[in-house]
């Protein structure tokens, strides 16, 4: 898991520093009808704070049930679109910094332990089956994973 958290933390920084170089216009425009990067950015948030609390709340439980959230209607009050560019993010990147911290602190087994019990088929980016059982550890680097597929449409455009 070392690694894999130095690999994050440079990949984090390595995208802030592009990320900075878009201007506040650019962040602005609408992508596909859908999200404007500023607005890409505010739901990224959103996943790190939700994300953050599944992170810490499975360590002192035994299965991996967690809420889901409207990932629309959270970008829509909160406004992102109108957000200041470079406080989205600053806060984007200082917020996953938190959480590699957060997540080197847990220990390997609650890390690897498989559960049975799991809504990984509804709330993952990549699901996995009911049947199948889940770890704490999937959903992390699923966490990632869905992650850089947005901030890669940023680029992508």
């Given at each position: 898991?070392?690694?894999?958290?130095?690999?994050?933390?440079?990949l984090?920084?390595?995208?802030?520093?592009?990320?900075?170089?878009?201007?506040?216009?650019?962040?602005?425009?609408?992508?596909?009808?859908?999200?404007?990067?500023?607005?890409?950015?505010?739901?990224?948030?959103?996943?790190?704070?939700?994300?953050?609390?599944?992170f810490?709340?499975?360590?002192?439980?035994?299965?991996?049930?967690?809420?889901?959230?409207?990932?629309?209607?959270?970008?829509?009050?909160?406004?992102?679109?109108?957000?200041?560019?470079?406080?989205?993010?600053?806060?984007?990147k200082n917020?996953?910094?938190?959480?590699?911290?957060?997540?080197?602190?847990?220990?390997?087994?609650i890390?690897?332990t498989?559960?049975?019990?799991?809504?990984?088929?509804?709330?993952?980016?990549?699901?996995i089956?009911?049947?199948?059982?889940?770890?704490?550890?999937?959903?992390?680097?699923?966490?990632?994973?869905?992650?850089?597929?947005?901030?890669?449409?940023?680029?992508?455009?």
């Open positions: 898991m070392n690694e894999f958290l130095q690999e994050q933390k440079e984090i920084e390595e995208y802030f520093q592009r990320l900075n170089q878009i201007s506040e216009s650019d962040a602005a425009i609408k992508l596909n009808d859908k999200w404007s990067k500023k607005e890409i950015i505010g739901h990224l948030i959103d996943s790190a704070s939700v994300n953050h609390e599944r810490i709340r499975a360590q002192f439980k035994d299965d991996l049930i967690f809420p889901g959230y409207n990932q629309d209607k959270w970008v829509e009050v909160q406004n992102y679109q109108n957000a200041n560019w470079g406080s989205l993010i600053e806060l984007w917020f996953n910094l938190m959480l590699l911290n957060s997540i080197d602190n847990i220990p390997e087994i890390l690897m498989k559960r049975e019990n799991h809504n990984l088929n509804e709330i993952a980016w990549k699901t089956d009911k049947k199948s059982p889940a770890s704490l550890d999937y959903l992390i680097k699923d966490y990632f994973g869905h992650m850089y597929h947005h901030i890669n449409k940023i680029f992508s455009d």
